[in-house]
């Protein structure tokens, strides 16, 4: 299986593609670090504080090295919305955090207050769901609640729910 996971930092994405990799065999893929590690990014933004993708390139190869040439492979892509052709996966995850919670994971990571603002207000504004349905069809992307769930239980009833909608 092939999983695209999204979602406003904080939902959650890194915490439930590590249960993945290390419970369900799958091979766990963080965008940005991925990028960086093979040279697909043009910079650092410091106002946001995060790395600019060189993404077009870099959804190139991904596709090219990791989706066509793996195809036996659980894998599991976590980070900003890319698009990759839909033929070469099987769900976009788009995970969700209730705001306020979000609010709270934000701080315990100690994220300038500006930050932590901007990602909730993101969180609100389904700004991450939204963009992810201009990028790919509603039948292939599932917006999955992590509020209240620890990311070990998540993973487990998130394969559960892709399983049955294969
Ligand atoms: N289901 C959860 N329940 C409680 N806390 C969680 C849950 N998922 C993640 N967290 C906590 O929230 C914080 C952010 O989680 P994580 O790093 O997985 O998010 P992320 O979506 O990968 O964020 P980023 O986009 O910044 O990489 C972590 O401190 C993690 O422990
Ligand atoms: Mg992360």
């Known amino acids: ?31 940005k670090e991925f990028a960086y590690e093979h040279g697909y990014y043009w910079g650092y ?16 190869f991904l596709e090219a090295e990791i989706l066509k040439k793996e195809q036996k492979m659980n894998i599991c892509i976590a ?43 993101a969180e609100i504004m389904d700004i991450v769901y939204l963009d992810t349905l201009e990028h790919y069809s509603k039948e292939k992307v599932i917006s999955f609640d992590t509020t209240f769930i620890s990311p070990q239980d998540a993973a487990k009833k998130l394969l559960k729910s892709l399983h049955t909608s294969l």
């Open 45 to 60: 933004d410091w106002k946001r504080r995060s790395m600019i993708l060189d993404t077009e390139l870099f959804e190139d």
């Open 79 to 121: 980070g900003p919305v890319i698009y990759i052709n839909p033929q070469l996966i099987d769900f976009v995850v788009v995970l969700r955090c209730r705001p306020d919670i979000l609010r709270k994971r934000l701080e315990a990571r100690h994220y300038p207050p500006q930050k932590i603002e901007a990602n909730v207000e």
């Open 1 to 31: 299986m092939k999983i695209l996971l999204f979602g406003t930092p904080g939902t959650g994405k890194t915490s439930i593609g590590r249960c993945l990799q290390e419970t369900y065999n799958f091979k766990f893929f963080e965008t």
